[in-house]
């Protein structure tokens, strides 16, 4: 994702700090003990970020952010999976799939979602945080659900906000589609919280805790 750092960089806009209720006002654990099957019926297609020769982005301490997405994003379909959404995956292994390849699933398998996960880098290596993209009007709604409910699970990270992002599998995708930069591998605090198994977990419940209030606005 290394193309648009400097736009995401400068343009994002941060909201550290603001707690204000943009996707509804339920509780955490309302959507966990009440919905436990929300996504019955709806098929979501994850994209974890790059693969084989394309790498992204690298940690100081050799964090690939090919291998991370796809580790997260496996975290992901298992709870999307419990909440009895259907998952299709871009990519399940460590293979390189091209960019229209990816938004054609989504539209071949008329898909309810598709979710892109990345995780950024900068040049120096002080930028931190998590930020969440969309492209089309129609998906801001999407990316402020998702995003809220990741920071109520206490991921002890940045807030980046939410924000425009010009990236083909967003702009060219005929479905909703969000894309979310999880962490700055570039910065050593948060490539170690990004190798975590538990900021992995919570990063889900987060993510499927957002799918399931958008639907259920």
Partial sequence: MFLLIVFAAIHVFEFEGNNEKICGEESNKTIKAEKTLALAGRRIVLDPG??????????????????????????????????????????????????????????????????????????????????????????????????????????????????YGDYYVLRENKVPAVLLELGYISNAEDEARINSAAFQEKVATGIVDGIKAFFDR
């Fill in 50 to 163: 790059h693969g084989g020769n394309d790498i992204g982005a690298s940690g100081q301490n050799g964090t690939l952010e090919k291998q991370v997405t796809l580790e997260t994003a496996n975290k992901i379909k298992t709870t999307l999976e419990q909440a009895g959404a259907e998952v299709l995956m871009t990519r399940d292994d460590d293979e390189y799939v091209e960019l229209e390849e990816r938004g054609e699933l989504a539209a071949e398998n008329q898909a309810d979602l598709f979710v892109s996960i990345h995780y950024d880098a900068f040049e120096t290596n002080d930028v931190e945080g998590m930020t969440s993209y969309y492209y089309h009007n129609r998906d801001k709604k999407l990316a402020e659900c998702i995003h809220q409910y990741i920071f109520i699970e206490d991921i002890h990270a940045r807030n980046r906000g939410v924000s």
